[in-house]
């Protein structure tokens, strides 16, 4: 088991770092005056430069699936990045996340990510000309439609979004939320999930569509802030959806076929937040180690309290434990498969977030006052994370989908005996 990145991990991983040193973190408070200035709902001018600038150097669609790994429906090769592993993208999407628009910087931010990869593995050439090549080359964005209010959605069978077959249309009618990445003015096309079939087996009832966002009959009726936080341009919106009308080519990969495009989705979805999460950890470590030692409590320096002693060393502790983790999943997704790896895929979505929610929250009481006001990003970056310990499945669902496995490695026999590890040898 070797430790050491390899050349070409290093490599991307220091473009990517070098490019964030040199050209996104010197822009920080540019992006925050044009943030701040105008209309919330508007494109801002750095990000499309430093896209520019990122684009030219080929620091671009990293995390694109190799070659290999070759689409469902045709076997085309003119719709790839430059064709990292998940364990290479992983130390490049560390870096990412230690500034929250990086990611877009590098045409790697979701949700246009995970659509990206829907159309790359199940789209047809038609779906991938229309939608796929525009994403691609950072012209428009995307939002994805799955969370409804009405419903438990930790259960995806449970959405009752109608997509009902109308001569050559289908007829989409329901209500959904948290649909990030519609409040963007960019923002073109939805991937949408709902039933074409409600009395079909239980995962064969959902499909997913292609929808147009200026369709008629689609209205954003709010955003929904997080803590208090709007997240433009991005924006997370309630939107409904009356008798939307799309032509039924916009269908991908066929009817029923949504849960399994879900599954396909969601894998390397919620293992890219995971990376991004472990730089997120990083740089709230890095502010609360600057903060303690620049300040005097109760004459001494307050790093020399042995409580911050204390939180300091579990910071550091908790971090590289789960970027162990976070990469012995994305190799095992590389070598064995999305499939395979879906425990360790699970038990990272638990983890990341709230190893970050820690040493965040610890940061913040380091800063005092300072860091429950925007001053320090400690707040935002709170309020981030918590909501990743909902998107892309809550924790409940993950560590019941971990504990059914660590269950079936030891269920009893027919002869009322135990199988125990041993006995069941390389179980992955």
Not at 267 to 292: D, Q
Not at 350 to 368: E, F, R, S, T
Request: aromatic letters at 8%.
């Amino acid at each position: 088991m070797n430790f050491e990145p390899t050349e070409r991990q290093q490599y991307w991983r220091d473009r990517v770092r070098d490019f964030i040193e040199t050209n996104v973190r010197p822009n920080t408070g540019t992006y925050a005056e044009q943030d701040a200035q105008g209309d919330r709902w508007k494109v801002i001018p750095i990000v499309e430069d430093m896209k520019a600038k990122a684009k030219a150097q080929g620091i671009w669609n990293l995390f694109m699936p190799p070659q290999g790994q070759l689409s469902h429906v045709d076997d085309t090769f003119e719709f790839d990045g430059p064709g990292l592993t998940n364990l290479e993208y992983a130390l490049c999407a560390e870096e990412m996340g230690r500034i929250g628009w990086a990611s877009e910087v590098f045409n790697c931010s979701a949700p246009d990510t995970g659509n990206m990869e829907v159309f790359h593995r199940y789209g047809t050439r038609a779906q991938k000309d229309r939608w796929l090549k525009p994403l691609m080359e950072g012209e428009i964005r995307s939002a994805f439609l799955m969370t409804e209010p009405d419903v438990a959605s930790s259960d995806a069978t449970n959405i009752e979004t109608r997509i009902e077959r109308d001569g050559d249309h289908y007829v989409i009618n329901g209500r959904k939320w948290w649909s990030s990445g519609a409040g963007d003015p960019r923002c073109k096309i939805a991937i949408v999930m709902g039933k074409t079939d409600f009395g079909a087996q239980r995962h064969a009832q959902q499909s997913m569509i292609v929808m147009p966002l200026d369709a008629e009959g689609v209205t954003i009726e709010r955003h929904l802030p997080v803590f208090g936080y709007d997240d433009a341009p991005h924006g997370h919106m309630e939107i409904t959806l009356d008798n939307v009308r799309v032509p039924a080519d916009n269908l991908l990969l066929g009817e029923g076929r949504g849960f399994e495009i879900a599954q396909g989705r969601l894998g390397p979805g919620r293992i890219h937040h995971c990376m991004r999460t472990i730089g997120v950890a990083e740089e709230a470590l890095a502010k609360m180690c600057r903060r303690l030692q620049a300040r005097e409590a109760f004459g001494k320096p307050i790093y020399k309290h042995s409580v911050w002693e204390e939180r300091v060393a579990r910071a550091r502790i908790d971090i590289e434990m789960t970027r162990l983790l976070c990469l012995k999943a994305a190799d095992m997704m590389d070598k064995v498969g999305n499939k395979t790896a879906k425990q360790e895929i699970a038990m990272i979505k638990v983890q990341a977030p709230n190893m970050a929610l820690k040493i965040i929250d610890d940061a913040i009481q380091a800063h005092g006052g300072g860091g429950v006001s925007n001053d320090y990003g400690l707040a935002k970056a709170y309020a981030h994370q918590r909501t990743l310990r909902l998107a892309d499945g809550p924790d409940e669902v993950h560590a019941r989908s971990i504990a059914r496995m660590e269950f079936a490695k030891h269920a009893p026999r027919p002869d009322g005996d135990a199988v125990s590890s041993g006995d069941m040898g390389a179980t992955r």
